[in-house]
């Protein structure tokens, strides 16, 4: 695209930009607008629905109640012909206890009638009816009483009167079978109620909204409500012409304000065009003293400064390269940060002619601690010359303090403090900090160096980049400055690569709910507790946890309230046992537990202590009041052995799944052991007579006497102490 084609492009973007997007914020505001108000009276309809529905299915209770009260029987027609007359319902039925019709009144509507407690039925709905029991004094069974109430077009008229909507009655397959819509929207309204789901409103092709209810309990009529949109008629026909409008003055104005900017240019591009080929003579005469002017005399300029500078860059292009591909190729291949930053300061160095140079991290106690250093040696003092980590400045002390501290590059001449601060003695220096790239947040760990503390200080410095000693000039200049830059943008991009690597690690085996490990790293774990058991002749224990009708916790207090009931449920696992066992959450409410070293009487020790922390302190989870909420909840255990009860560590954790379902069954809030597998493995092994325990006094597989084996596991042992914390 040529010069002047670019101009009217950018032109049109600026001028048609505004308006195209006004246009669109106009429609979609307006559609929004009527669609939210559009619903919010289909939920006011809706409400009304349920409202009249439910005030009927009363009427209708109360109707039959009274008929069922009447002590004679020989009473009860007298009394369903009251009702009826009261115009308490439209029909009274009485059957007896085998469902025969022992007495109806005249008149009923035709049937089947829809009972209010029920859902949906196959057919047509002709008429809403309540039912109730008739009993004796003793308590026996004498039949039912129902009354009913047609549902006929002047009942689905009186809904619409009622909600101010359209209101459509439909049968089981779908087709309408009373409705108050007009006949022209009446296809459109059937179309768009299918695809409506729930309480999600639709809408149709002419501008009406719809909504379904029903059929359930309480509510067993399908009905379909709609109501008319209130968007102005021609809206969009009006937006199209105020663009089509603005487009066309668009077009003409850019037109001729690319043509005068342009031809001026076309000299210049002629010029610019032999530059391009190398020839750095070309100059272009200078005809007028405005902008297009001041741009053929710097182009002149440009083209003699570029001469004298393409020695220079070709001398050092090569050089540069290779240190690019040396630090490229080291930033690619590998997550070792050491190596990583003497990558990135040895071309550092190289790049700016320095003598000497360091990087320094910010440590989790607020102090820049040296991670590699190049020719400092004799300029500190330090007991161990070679370890960089004994180069170490306090943040806001020195200069490499004040860069961290700041967040402002330093340079010039050295100047000793009077109060020593532990940085390198020079002659002339450069700093600059380096921080996490943008979007990306410095996390504090005094463990992992390049962490620091959110609270170290307001710059977000992870560290600094410090070149000594120019050589061939006295101080270091700008240049060098952008330089050093860019080379410190790089250890910050290699500082944050190392710590998402290492967070990527963490997520991918730990759950993000409750922080405990996850379902990927259980079936590592149990694969190496296994083989560890295998090879020292320990046994592992493994408790299949379930937290007990959890599904309910959700449904009575909601999704909120059950992930506040996981975590804390995950910390009293974590809580109750060692530091050795690890837990598991293996998905939804389900949780296991390892335990290795451990047999059967000290994994129901654990399932034991589990079960009475969890079933003792109710939940507390924040509700709508001011107080929480405090949840009961219990947990069932399943508990399997290896080797006693599997001989692999998925046939350990099914058989642990198996007594968890035992536990269940058994009424839950406890737990149950595996059976052994049938027949059992067995092998003799000649036991010396009164045998003692092991030295180490752990549990061996396959080690205790006959009453041991015969409650399901080896000799307990004494069981390994309990932390106050686990993993």
């Known amino acids: 695209m040529t010069l002047r084609g670019r101009l009217t492009a950018a032109f049109l973007t600026v001028v048609l930009g505004p308006v195209l997007l006004g246009a669109f914020f106009v429609g979609s505001t307006l559609s929004a607008v009527d669609r939210g108000r559009a619903t919010e009276r289909l939920g006011v309809a809706a409400a009304g629905v349920r409202t009249s529905v439910d005030a009927l299915c009363q009427q209708l209770r109360a109707a039959a109640d009274a008929v069922a009260l ?23 039925l009485i059957a007896d206890p085998a469902g025969r019709t022992s007495y109806a009144t005249l008149g009923g509507p035709a049937g089947p009638w829809q009972d209010c407690a029920a859902g949906a039925t196959a057919g047509p ?86 909504r379904r209810i029903g059929p359930a309990p309480g509510q067993p009529l399908p009905l379909v409500l709609s109501v008319p949109g209130e968007r102005p008629p021609g809206l969009y026909a009006a937006l199209v012409g105020a663009v089509v409008l603005a487009a066309l003055l668009a077009v003409l104005a850019a037109w001729r304000l690319a043509r005068v900017t ?46 004298s500078y393409v020695a220079a860059l070709t001398s050092s292009r090569d050089q540069l390269r290779g240190h690019l591909t040396v630090l490229g190729d080291t930033l690619a291949s590998t997550h070792d940060l050491q190596r990583i930053l003497r990558v990135i300061l040895h071309s550092a160095i190289a790049a700016t002619g320095a003598r000497a140079g360091a990087v320094l991290l910010l440590d989790g106690d607020g102090a820049l601690v040296g991670q590699c250093v190049e020719g400092l040696d004799g300029r500190w003092t330090t007991d161990d010359p070679a ?16 860069v961290a501290a700041t967040g402002e590059p330093l340079r010039g001449r050295w100047e000793p403090a009077d109060a020593p601060t532990g940085e390198p003695s020079c002659e002339t220096y450069v700093a600059v900090p380096f921080a996490a790239p943008r979007g990306a947040e410095p996390r504090g760990d005094p463990e992992r160096p390049g962490h620091p503390p959110a609270d170290a200080d307001d710059s977000g410095a992870l560290g600094v980049l410090a070149l000594y000693d ?58 190496r507790e296994v083989e560890r058991a295998n090879r020292f002749g320990r046994m592992l224990s493994v408790l299949a946890l379930d937290l007990d009708r959890f599904k309910h916790v959700n449904d009575t207090w909601g999704h909120a309230a059950g ?53 003792d302190h109710p939940v507390p989870v924040e509700g709508h009041a001011a107080e929480p909420i405090r949840v009961p909840v219990t947990v069932s255990i399943g508990i399997a052995v290896y080797p006693d009860h599997a001989a692999g560590g998925q046939q350990v954790l099914d058989a642990a ?47 205790g006497d006959a009453a041991t084996v015969a409650q399901g596991g080896a000799s307990s042992g004494p069981h ?8």
């Not at 009447?70 to 009274?92: I, K, T």
């Open 70 to 92: 009447v002590a004679d029987p020989a009473a009860r027609p007298r009394a369903a012909d009251q009702v009826v007359g009261r115009g308490l319902a439209a029909a009274v």
């Open 125 to 210: 709905v002709r008429a809403l009816a309540a039912q109730v029991r008739l009993r004796d004094p003793a308590g026996a069974d004498l039949g039912t009483v129902a009354a009913a109430q047609p549902v006929d077009p002047a009942f689905v008229a009186r809904l619409a009167a009622v909600t101010g909507a359209g209101v459509t009655l439909l049968d089981d397959p779908g087709r309408i079978t009373h409705t108050t819509e007009d006949r022209e929207v009446r296809a459109a309204v059937l179309a768009a109620a299918r695809q409506a789901d729930g309480d999600r409103v639709t809408g149709t092709v002419d501008g009406r909204y719809v």
């Open 262 to 307: 342009t031809r001026p240019l076309v000299e210049l591009a002629g010029a610019v065009d032999r530059v391009a080929h190398g020839d750095l003579t070309t100059r272009v005469p200078v005809r007028s003293r405005d902008e297009i002017g001041r741009l053929a005399g710097a182009f002149n300029r440009m083209t003699r400064e570029t001469g």
């Open 387 to 402: 370890d960089p980590a004994t180069l170490r400045v306090p943040v806001g002390a020195g200069v490499l303090g004040t």
């Open 470 to 527: 120019r050589l061939g000039a006295d101080e270091f200049d700008d240049d060098d400055l952008v330089t050093l830059r860019t080379f410190a943008g790089h250890a910050a991009v290699a500082v944050e690569n190392v710590r998402v690597h290492e967070e990527a690690q963490r997520l991918s085996l730990t759950d993000p709910l409750t922080g405990l490990w996850n379902y990927r790293y259980l079936r590592e774990s149990i694969r």
């Open 563 to 615: 992930d506040a009931v996981l975590v804390e449920f995950a910390r009293r696992v974590r809580g109750e046992i060692r530091e050795v066992d690890l837990a598991f959450r293996q998905g939804g409410e389900e949780f296991v537990v390892l335990l290795p070293e451990t047999d059967a009487r000290g994994a129901t020790i654990v399932a034991e202590r589990l079960g009475a922390v969890v079933r």
């Open 657 to 703: 799944d198996d007594a968890l379902y035992a536990a269940k069954a058994a009424g839950r809030d406890g737990y149950r052991l595996a059976q052994a597998p049938d027949p059992v493995p067995t092998q003799e092994i000649p036991v010396v007579v009164a045998a003692v325990s092991p030295p180490d006094g752990l549990p061996r597989a396959g080690a």
């Open 720 to 727: 390994p102490p309990r932390q106050s914390r686990g993993r």
